[in-house]
């Protein structure tokens, strides 16, 4: 190789070096903790209040509608919103959390390589601290999401200060996980009418049919039925093999920190609201969610 194709190459790895790091930081600065953030969204329809409440009171949690976004500046054309939570929603209130999706109708359309933003709307918390300062505390232990804050505009008027809390989804799994195609889970019960404590609790009590468990998890990836399954009776009836199926560290961390901030709408005692990632080592890895309670 000559020497002058040889500092081409050098120059081009110091260029394309400094992009990725400076990418990589921007993205973690966007949650950087104790920032707020400044959302703006115009929705399509004018109806959209009438819309949304009816969708999120029908049980609708997947349907849309769309919306220009503008985050610090930077304007994202046909975003996805919707209501998220459960709790947390009342039809008489404007302040509702949001669940916008950047890439809803172009694909890969991101902002600093996140592509769902998920706002809270801080109902049950007036000292503003709990979900932030939690997913900070929750981060020197295990993978959690970045949070921090995000005041909030709706066709220009403020709605309000919100928690602004990093979606786990395939890009949070690539970043802590290196993978983002493997089967993945969340803890979410179709409906909380089942006892307490009995909803998503990787109890081997509905036989060995995978569709018995299905009102129970959500699938967020293309496949992953069998996993779950052979994870959940490992769990319950081949204990000295758990380490073979599950994050054994990151599980009692995530016990710990659950127990310690008294984090009940959680694995420990609505058995809701956390996730599940298998590793390219098939190992199934427990991740926090919904710390605003």
Not at 157 to 172: P, Q, R, T
Not at 233 to 247: G, R
Request: net charge negative.
């Amino acid at each position: 190789m000559s020497k002058g194709l040889r500092y081409i190459y050098y120059i081009l790895f110091i260029v394309l070096s400094s992009s990725f790091s400076n990418r990589l930081n921007a993205q973690q600065e966007f949650y950087e903790f104790g920032q707020v953030r400044e959302i703006r969204i115009y929705f399509e329809d004018d109806n959209w209040k009438y819309i949304l409440d009816s969708l999120f009171s029908s049980g609708d949690n997947h349907s849309r509608i769309k919306a220009d976004v503008i985050i610090d500046g930077e304007t994202y054309p046909g975003c996805g919103v919707r209501y998220k939570g459960f709790s947390s929603w009342n039809s008489d209130e404007t302040k509702n959390p949001f669940n916008i999706k950047l890439d809803y109708s172009y694909e890969n359309q991101n902002h600093l390589g996140y592509k769902k933003l998920k706002l809270s709307n801080v109902i049950y918390d007036p000292s503003f601290l709990r979900e932030s300062l939690s997913y900070k505390i929750a981060r020197s232990y295990f993978p959690a999401s970045g949070a921090n804050y995000a005041n909030l505009y709706i066709e220009d008027k403020l709605i309000g200060l919100y928690s602004n809390v990093e979606a786990v989804d395939e890009c949070f799994v690539e970043k802590h996980y290196g993978s983002n195609d493997n089967p993945f889970f969340k803890g979410n019960p179709e409906s909380l009418s089942y006892p307490f404590g009995q909803n998503a609790n990787l109890a081997y009590s509905h036989g060995s049919d995978t569709t018995d468990y299905m009102p129970y998890y959500k699938l967020e990836s293309d496949y992953g039925w069998t996993e779950l399954l052979n994870l959940i009776y490992v769990l319950n009836n081949d204990t000295a093999s758990i380490s073979e199926v599950i994050n054994v560290n990151q599980t009692l961390w995530m016990h710990a920190f659950n127990y310690t901030l008294l984090n009940l709408d959680s694995y420990i005692a609505y058995a809701q609201n956390y996730y599940l990632y298998m590793d390219d080592n098939n190992i199934f890895n427990p991740i926090i969610w919904d710390l605003n309670m």
